[in-house]
């Protein structure tokens, strides 16, 4: 996936251009696009990972239409449970960035540890797809229990490193 920062650098405006030589005033543009770009991508993680979060209704929809599935929809509902929370988490979660006249700023190097968080999630959603892809093809198998505690496994993982992200505002 293209660096959106550097996309939305390349997009300045020739007003930004001309602020950008007022000192101190080139920094905040700078912080103010690194926020875009998270924002952003933090948008795409919500709507990919819900993509998976409909996968696994779907399939919770088959298990208690099957006789032999009924037993693992609790199990499934937990590992949908916390997909819920992570996507929820996500789209709540603090830009990371501090407005120009706030008394607590965040430095351009924290920025780019929390846009570095982001796209390791964004990545992860292909583990997590996998996941639902082996939950999918084992329905009715005996690598079901597996498979769905590999997703739940795979989605707590996702809760704790977005939970480490924190770790970056406040240390």
Do not use: H
């Amino acid at each position: 996936m293209a660096d959106l920062f550097n996309k939305l650098q390349d997009a300045r405006g020739l007003l930004e251009k001309i602020g950008g030589m007022i000192p101190g005033f080139g920094g905040y543009l700078e912080r103010e696009r690194r926020r875009e770009a998270d924002k952003m991508l933090r948008d795409t993680i919500v709507n990919r990972y819900g993509e998976q979060l409909s996968r696994v209704s779907n399939l919770q929809t088959q298990l208690v239409s099957s006789v032999s599935g009924i037993e693992y929809v609790d199990d499934l509902q937990d590992a949908a449970t916390r997909l819920q929370r992570f996507i929820d988490m996500v789209k709540t979660a603090s830009y990371g960035y501090s407005g120009f006249f706030d008394a607590v700023k965040i430095n351009e190097a924290e920025l780019a540890k929390l846009y570095a968080f982001d796209a390791a999630l964004l990545e992860n959603v292909a583990k997590v797809s996998a996941a639902v892809d082996n939950i999918e093809t084992s329905m009715g198998g005996d690598g079901l229990p597996a498979a769905i505690r590999n997703l739940v496994t795979l989605v707590t993982d996702c809760n704790t490193t977005f939970e480490r992200r924190k770790e970056v505002l406040t240390s």
